[in-house]
């Protein structure tokens, strides 16, 4: 028996599973569960380290919400023997994922770190190692006898996020993530510092409750000057459609010409949730804040206030999960459930 925490480490595919086969030249997948021995560094940390992959990896491009419910299920099962869980997926989709994964998880007392990296860990200027190590160092940082995170984050490049405001900004840079509505929770230089105050802080001590179920008949609706009437008729009468994320210019203005706003206006009489987050990379919408948005606010569209595309589409899916009045779902949908969100 020791006192080190004990860390799992969740193989799902990407990028930083990858070593280079220096006879081909070709990449291929690297075997996870030799993790500790193919990287003589991680036994210098003070934690035990188990890994487990999914059966076939897969590029986080073909990631869906059956995977999300595979990933959950593993922390689930192996939560009360753990301390801490680093899942490793493609940096592509790693912000929906995340996202996803904070809002199925609640009363989440553990860190989740979602990492990845630009170049295959086997490569000879990888960003992989420096991400996994860190990303297990913060996995089991504890302050009196408790996990110092209890929630779902994602480490890149020196900088540890609250996964569920981030966006991947960089297919080039090793610094391939920003959260531009919220601080960074640590920064890895010569030291760890952890900024405490930003991070979530849990009211109440109740067990984790799994939430499994996410609609997936949503979509995103991203404007720009110039789209027709066909396509938004189109967008809004797709089939058992639930959900709509407009993703509208700055503070949440889009056009206020009549057929636009009487489509958007007979989905939510149909009992579509349409909720407005902004194209910008930061700031927040401000429905009512120019007359482009006063109609969209009386209409019952719903500010998407600071959130993220990719936060707001997981929240639409795991709020639509129950059949709750535009109000509720107004309500809901504003609160912060998992720090998603500055409220009001
Ligand atoms: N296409 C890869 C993926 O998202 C890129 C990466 O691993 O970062 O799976």
């Known amino acids: 028996m020791t006192n080190k925490p004990n860390i799992l480490i969740i193989y799902t595919g990407g990028t930083i599973g990858m070593v280079k086969d220096y006879k081909t030249n070709a990449l291929k997948a690297f075997d996870f569960s030799q993790i500790v021995q193919n990287i003589p560094e991680l036994q210098q940390l003070n934690c035990n380290i188990e890994s487990i992959s999914f059966k076939e990896p897969i590029d986080s491009s073909n990631m869906n919400t059956q995977y999300y419910v595979d990933i959950v299920e593993v922390i689930e099962a192996n939560y009360t023997k753990f301390d801490g869980f680093v899942i490793l997926t493609g940096s592509d989709t790693m912000s929906y994922i995340s996202s996803a994964v904070s809002f199925m998880l609640e009363n989440l007392q553990k860190p989740i770190i979602f990492t990845g ?77 952890f900024d405490e105050a930003q991070l979530l802080k849990i009211k109440e001590n109740k067990d984790l409750t799994v939430r499994k179920k996410l609609v997936t008949d949503v979509v995103i609706l991203k404007l720009f000057p110039g789209i027709t009437k066909a396509t938004v008729e189109a967008i809004l009468s797709i089939q058992n459609l639930k959900g709509v994320v407009l993703e509208s210019y700055g503070s949440g203005n889009a056009p206020n010409e009549t057929w636009f706003i009487n489509q958007l206006e007979k989905a939510i009489k ?41 936060s707001a589409i997981a929240k639409l899916m795991y709020l639509l999960n129950e059949d709750l009045s535009l109000e509720v779902f107004k309500y809901h949908f504003q609160k912060s459930l998992r720090g998603e969100v500055s409220e009001k």
């Open 117 to 193: 990296s630009q170049l295959p860990i086997g490569d000879l200027r990888t960003d992989a190692k420096e991400n996994l190590i860190t990303s297990i160092e913060i996995a089991s940082v504890r302050k009196q006898n408790q996990p110092l995170i209890k929630e779902v984050c994602l480490y890149f490049e020196y900088k540890l996020y609250r996964a569920n405001r981030t966006t991947k900004i960089s297919a080039e840079q090793f610094e391939a993530f920003a959260s531009m509505n919220y601080p960074a929770l640590a920064e890895s230089g010569v030291h760890l510092k």
């Open 270 to 310: 149909k009992g579509i949730k349409i909720v407005n987050v902004t194209q910008c990379a930061g700031g927040s919408v401000i429905l009512g804040h120019y007359d482009t948005s006063i109609k969209l606010k009386n209409i019952g569209i719903i500010s998407g206030l600071d959130m993220t595309t990719e």
